[in-house]
């Protein structure tokens, strides 16, 4: 049986190399999914960068954000208050741009949706955040320190690990306010909708009335 010992060489020469290729594989599939990973690292950490940097600006800018419209402006007034208004409401814009595209990037679901909701309220700050300021009794700054505080301390509890923090009272009244000013759009929607139909079918019935004799 001289022909075995070929036979059982060529066999063992490709199980070597089989496993040679199936560890290569192994490790080139490895390689990849660690610089997928670092990537992925790299992108995370780069948005808390900006984030971080992007909400101390933003804390710094709410500290003189634009109070109610005060009563018996003269036309040189409202002017000057509206277009200081617009100039910070751009500002804000101009900051929370970055937040945004940052956000996108973070991987955790939970954290990402409350960033956002928190960016959201900020870009609410005029009407949307009406209830939340009741009347005057909190000032805007102050509610608006809140909702971006509450976004910090979540993105620390995120790098540390930890559950995400409950929010503080001035983010849960921007919430709610914001859920009201929401269904009161809702509301007011509804019932314009309503008004058109009604308005239609009026039409709608006069056109088909008959004309009376006298008419003709």
């Excluded at 960068?49 to 036309?75: I, M, N, S």
């Excluded at 009272?169 to 809702?186: G, I, P, W």
């Amino acid at each position: 049986m001289d022909w075995i010992s070929p036979v059982s060489g060529l066999v063992g020469a490709l199980v070597g190399a089989a496993a040679s290729y199936l560890g290569t594989h192994r490790a080139q599939v490895k390689a990849l999914a660690d610089a997928r990973q670092a990537r992925l690292e790299a992108k995370q950490d780069t948005a808390v960068a900006t984030l971080a940097d992007t909400f101390g600006k933003l804390q710094r800018h709410v500290r003189d954000v634009p109070g109610a419209r005060e009563r018996g402006l003269d036309p040189k007034e409202s002017a000057a208050f509206t277009a200081a208004r617009l100039a910070w409401d751009q500002k804000l814009e101009d900051l929370t741009a970055p937040a945004r595209i940052a956000v996108g990037v973070i991987r955790d679901e939970a954290l990402r949706e409350h960033l956002y909701q928190a960016l959201d309220l900020l870009d609410g700050w005029q009407s949307g955040l009406e209830y939340a300021y009741r009347g005057g009794a909190h000032s805007r700054a102050w509610v608006l320190r809140g909702v971006l505080s509450h976004a910090v301390e979540c993105v620390g509890a995120w790098q540390r690990e930890e559950p995400l923090p409950e929010p503080n009272q001035a983010y849960c009244d921007a919430v709610e306010s914001m859920e009201l000013k929401r269904e009161e759009h809702e509301l007011t929607a509804q019932a314009e909708a309503e008004y058109r139909r009604e308005q239609h079918a009026q039409l709608a019935s006069g056109a088909n009335e008959p004309t009376s004799p006298a008419a003709e």
